[in-house]
């Protein structure tokens, strides 16, 4: 069935280190891909999402490309900060399902 | 700001008791959902409901059960709470046809039963 794997946690990084968090999904067909953020203490937030194949979504220096050919939605970052500090959710949706099928998270820490 | 608002942050319960869960949101959203947090496995979706006194199974509906009688409040119910329901419950909303891409959550319910 449909699904999505995320590169395991924790991932411990210093400041101003360049970000990696790798997603890849199972399905048929063009699904839309997502990356939700989960502060500590808060409910999850959409950072950024892609809906077609080589659509770049960014937000706040986070970018994400689709790519439809390695069915992959790796998240970078070119320097992170102690902020960032958060559990990192890749996920995905057709445009006819009514669900969002989340992966299994990956935390991440940043060190001063 | 929309706002997801869950009633408790932690919870403790003993087997067997009827535990509910609330949330209400504020954006007069259409869709609500209730998903489970557990480590290694992501969110998973137990119900959700796209208009009052609608619901939906999701993918781990078993031992749950939800109630949707206004449009901003949408209960979970655990009907006998037992220990492989420990875990922290989300609810999140969204708005209509186009909205199921872009959830707002509550920050959570961490649910202990004993």
């Known amino acids: 069935g449909d699904s999505v794997t995320q590169m395991e946690g924790p991932v411990t990084l210093s400041e101003e280190a360049f970000l990696t968090i790798n997603c890849t999904y199972t399905?048929?067909?063009?699904?839309?891909l997502f990356w939700y953020v989960q502060y500590p203490g808060e409910g999850l937030q959409l950072l950024l999402k892609?809906?077609?194949?080589?659509d770049k979504g960014s937000n706040k220096g986070f970018e994400a490309t689709y790519r439809k050919e390695t069915t992959s939605f790796h998240l970078e970052k070119g320097s992170v900060q102690v902020s960032d500090s958060a559990v990192y959710f890749c996920a995905h949706r057709y445009s006819s399902a009514s669900k969002i099928i989340f992966g299994s998270g990956t935390r991440l820490s940043i060190r001063p | 700001d929309v706002k997801v608002t869950q009633s408790s942050r932690y919870l403790v319960k003993r087997t067997g008791e009827k535990v509910f869960l609330e949330c209400v949101q504020d954006?007069?959203?259409?869709?609500m959902f209730w998903y489970r947090q557990d480590p290694g496995l992501g969110l998973r979706l137990i119900y959700f409901?796209?208009?009052?006194?609608?619901?939906e199974k999701g993918d781990i509906p078993e031992g749950y059960s939800v109630s949707r009688e206004k449009k901003e409040r949408f209960s979970l119910i655990l009907e006998s709470a037992s220990t492989n329901q420990t875990s922290m419950y989300l609810c999140?909303?969204?708005?209509?046809?186009?909205?199921?891409?872009?959830?707002?959550f509550g920050s959570g319910t961490q649910l202990s039963v004993l």
């Open positions: 399905a048929t067909g063009y699904p839309s």
């Open positions: 409901s796209y208009d009052v006194k609608m619901k």
């Open positions: 892609a809906t077609k194949a080589d």
């Open positions: 999140a909303s969204s708005l209509g046809d186009r909205g199921f891409e872009k959830l707002f």
């Open positions: 954006m007069d959203h259409e869709n």
